[in-house]
């Protein structure tokens, strides 16, 4: 096996599919960029027994052709591009079936939405392949991918026909931890501190490919600005190509991420439809739904609240970056003018809280909860002269509710007077209003922790840390 940096847990899943002595369907799916081509190759060492790849907005002659380039590649045979899906399966079972090769045979089919053309009836082919062949033969490990999360989801594994439950294996792949790019910069020799490494975090996300157009001769500000507001900036239209990649009709969940944008805390179902122009309905649902099954956004309840009120907030690092900094900006060398500014520092601090909700199990780890069962949610009280919201409420099957409060700050964080005063009234107005018997932790995430020289620490019972966040998961 090459080297992989981090993706331990899928590193582990492979090794055990390869021991099974079953016929296996394995379906690996995440955004665009984050690394599903590039792990499984790898893993395997590019030694698969048939590996094809779907190509963006090609006809189905054009997939059939090289779908016989393909076989004629792996199997030295000369051949005509067969004239359909059907007969496409049909020559790969017979291939199967003439080989001598002992052991497993992994077939990999990667970009698979992309071979789904209009018409091609491509799904109904391949459903038909493997459960009338390939799924009674215990040497087959198939492997299927892509980047349109939404397709895999509803097409292969939720598919309500003849897929339905033939899947034996999924992998979701997220984008990488602190702790992986942490490794990943080391790697590349970036030379660069955990400070750094959260900063370019804030703005990159996990996504491995952002990570691997950095040069390590250069500082944050002018990599970035070679990555998004120079000239010939090498992430230039990437917003757009991600929505383009992952949905039809993408301009539609484009608005919908906009909309999403305007408050931090998210949005009601109620305000996206105010902010969005959409009719309510159950197309707004169903796109919802898929930007959460891709990670740009999550939703979960206030706390206290039903399911009906559920709040949808944007949590994709690189989209909250686009938004505030990229979009409509013509500025070239922006982020060196500019990352000094009030604005910037206080999306700082904005983006900070976007990177815990991506660590809420290495909080939890600090915390020593880590096999706990817990909840999450958000809470905010509208009903006093002086509003107050709490982003992140960790509610434990213990009996005890965190309450986190999140601070990005260049050394230890020191808690003024007026602050603990913030804090005391805080939690005063949740315990009030939530009328809750449970114990009441207010818990501080900070870069640097607490500065212990000052006598405002009474209302903090618990501290995380940016080095914690950094931690890998021990379960």
């Not at 490919?209 to 970035?224: A, C, F, H, M, V």
């Not at 600090?366 to 709490?390: C, F, H, M, P």
Request: some cysteine; overall charge positive.
């Amino acid at each position: 096996m090459n080297e992989i940096l981090g993706r331990h847990k899928e590193i582990a899943r492979f090794q055990t599919i390869m021991k099974s002595d079953e016929a296996e369907f394995v379906v690996v799916y995440g955004r665009r960029r984050i690394g599903k081509t590039y792990l499984i190759r790898q893993f395997f060492e590019g030694k698969f027994y048939f590996y094809f790849s779907g190509n963006e907005n090609s006809p189905m002659t054009a997939q059939l052709e090289n779908f016989k380039i393909a076989f004629q590649n792996y199997f030295g045979l000369t051949v005509t591009a067969p004239e359909n899906w059907t007969v496409a399966f049909e020559m790969l079972r017979k291939e199967i079936e003439r080989s001598r090769k002992r052991g497993k045979k992994v077939i990999f089919i990667d970009e698979m939405p992309w071979l789904a053309t209009v018409g091609a009836n491509f799904v109904q082919a391949f459903e038909y392949w493997w459960n009338t062949y390939a799924s009674a033969n215990p040497d087959i490990l198939l492997i299927v991918c892509g980047s349109s999360t939404s397709w895999m989801l509803n097409k292969i594994i939720k598919n309500r026909g003849g897929l339905h439950n033939r899947v034996t294996q999924q992998i979701h792949l997220q984008p990488f931890t602190l702790n992986e790019c942490e490794e990943y910069a080391q790697y590349k020799k970036l030379g660069i501190d955990r400070q750094t490494v959260l900063d370019y975090y804030s703005i990159l996300g996990g996504v491995p490919y952002y990570w691997k157009l950095l040069e390590k001769s250069l500082g944050l500000p002018q990599n970035i600005d070679n990555l998004f507001f120079s000239k010939t900036a090498a992430l230039d239209g990437e917003f757009q190509k991600i929505f383009n990649s992952l949905f039809r009709n993408s301009e539609k969940y484009i608005l919908l991420i906009e909309a999403l944008s305007k408050k931090r805390m998210g949005l009601t179902r109620e305000e996206i439809v105010k902010y969005s122009g959409f009719q309510d309905g159950g197309a707004i649902t169903k796109m919802l739904e898929e930007l959460e099954q891709c990670g740009f956004i999550r939703s979960y309840n206030a706390f206290g609240k039903k399911t009906k009120n559920k709040i949808f907030q944007l949590i994709d690092c690189y989209s909250l970056f686009y938004l505030n900094f990229i979009k409509n900006n013509n500025e070239e060398q922006f982020w060196t003018n500019n990352f000094r500014t009030a604005k910037v520092n206080s999306w700082r601090g904005y983006a900070f809280e976007q990177v815990c909700l991506w660590h809420i199990p290495q909080i939890k780890q600090k915390l020593g909860i880590a096999s706990v069962s817990v909840s999450y949610s958000s809470w905010r009280n509208v009903d006093t002269e002086n509003q107050t919201q709490i982003d992140l409420i960790i509610d434990r099957a213990d009996r005890v509710i965190n309450l986190c409060e999140m601070k990005y700050a260049p050394d230890e964080y020191v808690i003024t007077k007026e602050y603990n005063e913030t804090l005391r009234k805080r939690y005063a107005a949740f315990a009030a209003a939530t009328k809750t018997r449970k114990t009441v932790h207010t818990t501080l995430i900070t870069t640097y922790g607490i500065n212990r020289n000052n006598s405002y620490l009474g209302e903090v019972q618990s501290e995380v840390k940016m080095e914690d966040l950094f931690e890998d998961l021990k379960i």
